[in-house]
């Protein structure tokens, strides 16, 4: 691989993981809200390994090219993210550091439902399958001694690696910066949840104002 061109990856993505996003968002919420954020990590984690299988296996482009099935995906993945939104707005009254307002529940089963709601913000996200179709050819060599599968591969898990160690900053910080202060907390908690909601909404809008131009507009 073209230690130049891995390097100037390395810039980009590391810029692009510490853009605040609706990853920061349920990363903070985690921080707030759960015993431990390792699982909601892990689950947004997962859902960028899921993009970097698509993306070796060619289907990220395949599906770039659907317009209609990214659609869907899009609007799917809007909806999902209104959900998760509204349901991080009615706990902010109760978040706390220790997880003791969350409801009573077998712990194993807790940490692998907030893993999954991570996997499904990242996973789901057709933006961030564009993201690899888009980004990641611009830094393989066809020259390399590495075959092109193997160096987007590589690309795609060095991309997972960073979004680990920031988003376990963003959830340990905010977890360390609020943790005497409650109020903080539960603001910071309701605005993780407003910007999932606005997300969503302009996701969703993305999608539903196409069809109904179409639908007003004489035939």
């Keep these: 691989m073209n230690t130049q061109l891995f390097l100037a990856f390395m810039v980009v993505a590391a810029a692009l993981a510490c853009t605040p996003g609706v990853d920061w968002a349920y990363s903070i919420a985690a921080g707030l809200r759960q015993r431990s954020f390792v699982p909601a990590v892990a689950g947004l984690c997962s859902g960028y390994v899921i993009h970097t299988v698509l993306m070796v296996l060619g289907l990220a482009a395949l599906l770039s090219g659907m317009p209609s099935v990214l659609g869907w995906l899009t609007a799917a993945g809007a909806v999902y993210l209104l959900w998760l939104g509204w349901s991080t707005i009615r706990s902010w009254r109760g978040a706390s550091f220790t997880g003791a307002q969350e409801t009573p529940a077998p712990a194993p089963a807790r940490q692998f439902r907030v893993f999954l709601q991570g996997m499904g913000t990242s996973g789901i996200n057709p933006k961030g399958l564009l993201f690899f179709v888009a980004l990641v050819p611009q830094f393989v060599s066809p020259e390399a001694a590495?075959?092109?599968?193997?160096?987007?591969?590589?690309?795609?898990?060095?991309?997972?690696?960073?979004v680990a160690i920031v988003y376990s900053c963003v959830a340990l910080l905010s977890r360390k910066l609020l943790h005497s202060r409650p109020g903080a907390a539960r603001r910071v908690t309701l605005a993780s949840g407003i910007i999932m909601l606005i997300l969503g909404a302009v996701l969703l809008s993305e999608q539903l104002l196409p069809l109904l131009g179409d639908a007003i507009t004489p035939s």
């Excluded at 690309?155 to 690696?161: I, M």
């Design 146 to 162: 590495l075959p092109v599968p193997v160096q987007s591969g590589l690309l795609g898990l060095t991309f997972v690696l960073l």
